[in-house]
Nanobody, 117 residues
Framework: QVQLVESGGGLVQAGGSLRLSCAAS????????MGWFRQAPGKERELVGA????????YGTDSVKGRFTISRDNAKNTVYLQMNNLKPEDTGVYYC??????????WGQGTQVTVSS
């Protein structure tokens, strides 16, 4: 069964840090683009950033540049999202997804991140 499982979410004060992990299983994801998305209450899901098989990184929103870092460990079939200097507006459900290019076809169940002011 192909699946992605996120972990590492939680409640943190503004200025704090969290590291999200996304463990992939069921097949190799080494050649996939892995993306992190988030959805805040009442808002549409947005791309936080993505990392390609060649380790090229793109960030979907300027608000996370300089604070969030995406990385992957293909040996562990895991992708990470390091989030520093968190702000209340970073609150939401964070999802990881995999696919080819920007065509994401496998999604995790999401992990809640709540940043208190």
């Amino acid at each position: 069964q192909v699946q992605l499982v996120e972990s590492g979410g939680g409640l943190v004060q503004a200025g704090g840090s969290l590291r999200l992990s996304c463990a992939a299983s069921g097949r190799t994801f080494n050649w996939d683009t892995m993306g992190w998305f988030r959805q805040a209450p009442g808002k549409e899901r947005e791309l936080v950033g993505a990392i390609s098989w060649s380790l090229a990184i793109t960030y979907g929103t300027d608000s996370v540049k300089g604070r969030f870092t995406i990385s992957r460990d293909n040996a562990k079939n895991t992708v990470y999202l390091q989030m520093n200097n968190l702000k209340p507006e970073d609150t939401g459900v964070y999802y990881c997804a995999s696919g080819r290019g920007s065509d994401y076809n496998t999604w995790g169940q999401g992990t809640q991140v709540t940043v208190s002011s």
